[in-house]
């Protein structure tokens, strides 16, 4: 008896894909459709501003279910080329429920209307054929973007989104630095006169006098060799 093939259905694993059964692929490389696509909505707003110790980041995404049944998203991620510690900021309203703003270190304000950081579990329901737009802010307070990578025109990033299955969606997008943001030292200006540098000041200096006897003294003459009174 010959032995029986294996035979993987792609368009079963579509279907069961799209409904939310989370299914092994046999061939990743197998032209299957993306149950959640991450896209730039705008590219302009997709960048990164340098410090002199930090980084911030900023990508404006739409997120979008194709599957046939509810999503939640279950957290986000981000990878960079390089070995970065970048966090997303956490929702301010978890200390100050009367918060309005997501305030980055560097002043930049967003309304928490229009950031994705906390649209997780409840918040992140996707319905099927719906999209999710907003801003993911993230923070790397230890490290800055290499210097290799300031002048480059796209900055290839890895934004993946775990849905509740615990499967993970990843989408390859790039965004650039901005490199007019980066912030600028504070200069000391010394306004005074230099070692070396003649004071040009009209008010004419007073001068000592030295031989004149210091005030409340007595100007009485004391002679060499004369008996003290």
């Given at each position: 008896?010959?032995?029986k093939m294996e035979v993987h259905d792609h368009s079963l694993t579509t279907r069961l894909l799209a409904a939310g059964c989370p299914v092994a692929r046999v061939d990743e490389r197998a032209d299957v ?197």
């Open positions: 008896m010959k032995p459709p993306a149950v959640i696509s991450i896209e730039l909505n705008q590219p302009g707003l997709t960048k990164a501003y340098n410090h002199p110790c930090s980084a911030e980041y900023l990508f404006d995404i739409r997120v979008t279910n194709h599957s046939y049944v509810d999503l939640q998203i279950h957290r986000f991620e981000c990878e960079l080329d390089w070995d970065s510690k970048m966090t997303w900021q956490r929702d301010p309203r978890i200390h100050d429920p009367k918060a309005l703003v997501y305030r980055l270190p560097s002043g930049t304000e967003f309304s928490c209307e229009k950031v994705l950081n906390h649209c997780t579990g409840r918040s992140g329901m996707i319905r099927p054929g719906e999209s999710l737009k907003g801003v993911l802010v993230g923070l790397d307070m230890r490290r800055k973007i290499p210097f290799d990578y300031l002048l480059a025109t796209g900055i290839p990033a890895g934004l993946s989104v775990f849905d509740q299955f615990g499967r993970r969606h990843r989408s390859v997008v790039e965004f650039e630095c901005d490199r007019t943001a980066l912030t600028k030292r504070l200069r000391t200006t010394y306004t005074g006169a230099g070692l070396y540098e003649r004071d040009t000041s009209t008010q004419p200096r007073k001068r000592m006098n030295l031989s004149a006897p210091p005030a409340g003294s007595s100007s009485r003459e004391v002679r060499v060799g004369a008996p003290l009174p």
